[in-house]
Nanobody
């Protein structure tokens, strides 16, 4: 089993910055992908950004050039630096860890609220 603990959400004005952190613990494979998803009220959950243990990253088009995902493999921790925040970034942000292939295992954090005021 894997546990994910998030921190760093909050309320910020448009144009501001926030940094989210997610620490994983438990039975973690050497190769995995950690990422952040978000879900706004009435919307589907969407991938924000993800990073592999090897450092490959993937971003949603809406956050490219504003958000940066990084990770510390020694600490099994992933970070999301969010700059130039917009009101449309308001959502619950959830940390995710994927590992394995057949089967693939997905683990989720409890979520942290990010609210951007205009």
């Amino acid at each position: 089993q894997v546990q994910l603990v998030e921190s760093g959400g909050g309320l910020v004005q448009a144009g501001g910055s926030l940094r989210l952190s997610c620490a994983a613990s438990g039975r973690i494979f050497g190769a995995n992908t950690m990422g952040w998803y978000r879900q706004a009220p009435g919307e589907q959950r969407e991938l924000v950004a993800a990073v592999t243990t090897g450092g490959s990253t993937n971003y949603a088009d809406s956050v490219k050039d504003r958000f940066t995902i990084s990770r510390d493999n020694a600490k099994n921790t992933v970070y999301l630096q969010m700059n130039s925040l917009k009101p449309e970034d308001t959502a619950v942000y959830c940390c995710n860890l994927q590992q394995g292939t057949r089967p693939r295992y997905d683990y989720w954090g409890q979520g942290t609220q990010v609210t951007v005021s205009s």
